[in-house]
């Protein structure tokens, strides 16, 4: 369930990763990035860094040293201004240009006053910003340990979520027995994600009803 870099060693386009990763919530090293950046070093490539606040390790110090390079981030995630969509990208000067000249063709989502207002204002409270990432980190390592203490597997994330599976019940199954206790998480069923779930890190009471839907269910095994 991880992404290897040695998989990328092959003619390209592009390529596009996003780190941490969606839906595992795998993220990795810079290490890596940097490694997968010398071995295509005359193609774009695309890091999008949409849940690196919550424990990733960003590819932005990279730039300096690799023209190719593109970092994606948004603030509809760890600023928690998803109505906003507000979104940007860094890379080098003739990147930045060339994508500008692309956009500015077709563009449909530009940034409105509110939009703009939002986004200034949270970029000005980094004390919050901060705090509220912490905050998460710590209800997704408390709720892992709470789930793993059940029985599941939970890969390890570095993002606002968790992958995880039961050993003996289908994610399908699961998902739709969650459901019936009001928990909602959601379930990919394809072949190499169809055993797990994506859930979400939500307030404690959130955590609280999860952990207390799954101790129900597998109580009826």
Request: glycine letters at 6%.
């Amino acid at each position: 369930m991880r992404v290897r870099v040695e998989d990328y060693r092959r003619e390209a386009g592009s390529i596009v990763i996003a780190n941490p990763n969606a839906p595992t919530g795998i993220a990795l090293p810079r290490a890596e990035i940097a490694q997968l950046l010398e071995d295509h070093p005359d193609i774009p490539v695309l890091i999008d860094e949409a849940y690196v606040d919550f424990g990733g390790e960003s590819a932005v110090p990279l730039i300096a040293h690799h023209p190719n390079l593109l970092v994606v981030q948004t603030m509809s995630k760890s600023r928690a201004l998803a109505g906003l969509r507000v979104g940007y990208a860094l890379g080098d000067t003739g990147l930045i240009e060339a994508l500008r000249r692309v956009k500015d063709s077709f563009n449909s989502y530009p940034l409105g006053r509110v939009a703009e207002a939002g986004a200034t204002a949270s970029l000005r409270d980094e004390a919050y910003f901060r705090e509220s990432c912490a905050r998460v980190v710590a209800a997704r390592e408390a709720m892992t340990r709470e789930l793993v203490r059940l029985g599941l597997v939970v890969l390890p994330s570095s993002a606002n979520f968790v992958f995880a599976r039961h050993p003996a019940r289908g994610g399908s199954e699961f998902a739709a027995a969650l459901r019936e206790h009001a928990v909602l998480v959601r379930h990919s069923n394809k072949p190499r994600t169809a055993p797990y779930l994506r859930i979400t890190v939500g307030t404690e009471d959130d955590t609280r009803r999860l952990i207390a839907a799954t101790v129900d269910i597998l109580g009826d095994e």
